[in-house]
């Protein structure tokens, strides 16, 4: 898979290229995994090649937010897959710079 675009960047200290993704998973209270092994285990952080840089929850919303940094979308998939049977995932491919706030 190529991502052409602001998302890509090349990590030049290991001759690859690596992609930003930003990821919402939401569950249904139903299947909320408080007191269940809690969000962390909806996705599975000791996948080879995925990197998480940010973590958040809006819990009350029962969504969790995650920037992962990888340079494969397959790997990415891997990560998520402990959360696939309880909750969906939008993955998007993110820029890493901040874009500019209007008026600063």
Wanted: hydrophobic share 35%.
């Amino acid at each position: 898979m190529s991502i052409i675009g602001p998302a890509v960047r090349t990590a030049q200290d290991e001759g690859r290229t690596s992609v930003l993704f930003h990821i919402e998973q939401v569950h249904s209270p139903e299947n909320c995994p408080y007191g269940k092994g809690g969000s962390r285990s909806l996705h599975d952080a000791s996948v080879d090649g995925v990197e998480i840089k940010g973590f958040y929850g809006a819990f009350m919303e029962h969504t969790i937010y995650l920037v992962v940094e990888a340079n494969d979308v397959e790997r990415v998939n891997q990560f998520l897959l402990p959360g696939m049977k309880v909750c969906t995932a939008r993955i998007t491919p993110v820029s890493e710079r901040p874009m500019p706030v209007k008026g600063s």
